[in-house]
């Protein structure tokens, strides 16, 4: 169990160095991300190095147990960089050039960036490839998490190469972007430009290439680096921070190229549900690499600096989602960052050490979560048993939120959230998976909003119910395929016979106060009632059975829910967005009808429940205390228990009976 957080010793003078490794050994602390932003220290001028100070932090670090997990140092450009070679900095889509003086200015897709960030890897790979206090290497920062897309030159560029590699004539690519449309056929990949400022509505296949392209960029960008670091020799796993659901990097397709996966997040902690959405990223990390347990990177030990408003944690609140990563697979807390910082634009930033000292509430949190971790005994690795699937994708994501649609405010997130946390307070294991990786193993799938759906993410959806699973799928699902064009033959083209329905029309609602019309659809049925918004779409059961109505609007009376028996499995329709109490209500129906378990019964909605193998995890993130019966051996306090006893942030970790 790793313990620690980012340390940026170059903020400070070298005599505060040996203090701050004896107060990491007080903490606990156990490893260390060394070197983040040290470009312009480590490498003053091209060609010229200066390692003599990191040897010598590094050294402290070995010699008083703290592992080293090693930045490449490449996320924010030195001076020097942009002041020979102007070129590498990003620009937005409103022709804007991101200037230095912050972080993370560089085109990621800039062949200087590229060579000259290759360098410094290469210098650093050479020199601590084989420092025995050097355990993991840290690629770059946060990929993408300024620039989200970039179309400088060196982007058009690249574009237009990316293009030219993934379609090969300039004909496939006119037929996979519909360019008969507006009279947009190219003669020659010349001719193409990302989609940046523009009279009108770009093409939607050009945006959702420019989405595919920009995550490849940023992977490429790491890829470069961790080969590099493989040719000097690198032992150790190399890894780069995720950020949860980040909507700019397709996750699922980097991860293979991780040998870890780690990851940064920061509920807010005014937000008493943000815990829910914490657990939607922790289940979504853990799902993207199933067996290896992952990293909680980083996260803040008390307030932040970046929202409107920066509210401290509450106590205890820290360390109740600590375990919960932990409870969700997590085989490390890291903290950004070690020691608060007196300078800079994220001096207000809670950190393990604060600036008012040790004499604080979140210096005492920090020693003791460092304590309570390293009582704990090896943990299974992170595997949640799941039985449920929630589909989230992020081909789908870019193509939904596409402008032009029926209802052009769906948020595709929030909605996948909202059946997350439905099924987080009914206690129910969830992997979070692409549509191709739904199978036998699970009993009951989810996948609202699959408007992109994929033929091999429509195979596997098919042969899932087939084989004797439960799919509930739709609105706004099946509608276009991987070049976000419709198919022939209408809507739900791949899923018909699975879920025994058609869409004629997707019945757009308006949002709660955007003008006149309907906004909102009630319906009713065995599964209870439930209110939908965004969509009512006209649904016609063919073999399915209507299990709910609309009952009102111009819809009043057609099918709002359907059930239908294929193969071995279940097939759900679903022509609505369920509000939060709607979700609540179907998910139980849900889950019923597919005789699917929660991990404990008989558990309050806000305490949260997770296993990791034989080990289950409960927090109390309500504001009263709550006893809940489980059996087994409580590994914090190391006792037998029946019941344990929760406070506010209460924690349990307990080892089950089997
Ligand atoms: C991100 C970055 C860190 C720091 C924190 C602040 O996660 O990776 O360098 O800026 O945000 O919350």
């Not at 997130?413 to 998976?433: G, M, N, S, T």
């Amino acid at each position: 169990m790793h313990y620690g957080g980012d340390y940026n010793p170059e903020q400070w003078p070298e005599s505060v160095w040996p203090q701050d490794v004896a107060r990491m050994r007080e903490a606990g602390v156990t490893m260390v991300s060394l070197g983040i932003f040290s470009w312009s220290r480590i490498q003053p001028a091209e060609g010229e190095f200066d390692f003599a100070w990191l040897d010598r932090v590094i050294d402290l670090l070995h010699e008083g147990g703290i592992a080293v997990d090693l930045a490449t140092a490449t996320a924010s450009p030195p001076p020097w960089m942009h002041e020979h070679y102007p070129d590498v900095l990003p620009v937005t889509a409103q022709g804007v050039m991101l200037g230095p003086g912050s972080r993370q200015h560089y085109a990621p897709s800039s062949p200087t960036y590229r060579r000259l960030a290759g360098d410094l890897v290469a210098a650093l790979a050479q020199r601590y490839v084989d420092h025995p206090a050097v355990v993991m290497w840290h690629v770059n920062n946060e990929y993408g998490c300024h620039v989200h897309e970039d179309h400088s030159e060196n982007a058009q560029r690249a574009f237009r190469e990316w293009l030219e590699r993934r379609y090969g004539t300039v004909d496939a690519l006119n037929e996979a972007w519909g360019t008969a449309f507006w009279s947009q056929r190219y003669t020659g990949f010349g001719q193409v430009r990302t989609p940046a400022a523009a009279p009108y509505s770009h093409n939607p296949g050009q945006l959702l290439d420019f989405k595919r392209f920009t995550s490849d960029m940023l992977l490429e960008c790491y890829l470069m680096e961790k080969e590099i670091l493989l040719e000097a020799g690198a032992k150790q796993p190399i890894t780069t921070n995720f950020m949860g659901a980040f909507k700019p990097a397709n996750y699922r397709q980097w991860v293979a190229h991780l040998d870890v996966v780690t990851d940064d997040c920061y509920p807010d902690p005014n937000d008493a549900e943000s815990f829910r959405d914490a657990a939607f990223q922790r289940d979504l990390v853990r799902s993207l690499k199933p067996h290896v347990p992952w990293l909680l990177m980083e996260q803040a030990s008390n307030a932040l600096n970046w929202r409107p408003s920066n509210a401290p944690k509450a106590p205890g609140q820290m360390e109740a989602l600590s375990w919960q990563a932990v409870g969700r697979g997590a085989d490390g807390v890291l903290f950004f960052q070690w020691r608060q910082s007196r300078a800079g634009a994220e001096k207000f930033h809670s950190a393990m050490l604060p600036h008012a000292g040790t004499d604080t509430r979140t210096w005492r949190e920090v020693v003791r979560l460092g304590r309570d971790l390293a009582t704990l005994p090896e943990l299974p690795a992170g595997q949640a048993g799941a039985r449920v699937a929630l589909v989230f994708d992020w081909e789908a994501w870019w193509a939904i939120e596409s402008p032009d649609h029926p209802h052009n405010g769906i948020d595709y997130l929030a909605i996948i959230q909202r059946w997350y946390r439905a099924l987080h307070r009914a206690h129910v294991a969830v992997d979070i998976v692409g549509p191709d990786q739904v199978h036998d193993r699970y009993q009951l799938a989810f996948a609202p909003l699959l408007y992109l759906l994929t033929d091999s993410g429509a195979q596997a959806l098919t042969s899932f119910v087939d084989g004797g699973g439960h799919l509930v799928a739709g609105p706004f699902t099946d509608v276009v395929d991987a070049r976000d064009q419709f198919r022939d033959g209408g809507y739900l083209t791949q899923l018909r016979d699975t879920l025994g329905v058609t869409v004629e029309d997707f019945g757009a609602l308006v949002s709660p106060g955007g003008g006149p019309g309907e906004s909102e659809a009630r319906a009713s049925g065995a599964c209870g009632d439930f209110t939908g918004g965004f969509l009512a779409e006209e649904v016609h059961a063919g073999g399915a059975d209507v299990v709910a109505e609309f009952t009102t609007g111009r819809r009043h009376g057609d099918a709002a829910l359907t059930r239908n028996v294929h193969g071995a499995g279940v097939g759900w329709y679903l022509a609505t967005v369920p509000d939060e109490a709607g979700v609540d209500t179907l998910v139980r129906h849900f889950l019923d009808d597919a005789g699917v378990a929660p991990v404990l019964g008989g558990v309050p909605a806000h305490v949260d429940v997770s296993t990791r193998g034989d080990v289950v995890t409960l927090i109390n993130f309500g504001s009263a205390a709550v006893t809940v019966d489980v059996q087994g051996q409580d590994l914090l306090a190391d006792a037998p228990v029946t019941s344990v006893t929760l406070a506010p942030f209460g924690v349990a970790v307990v080892r089950r009976q089997r």
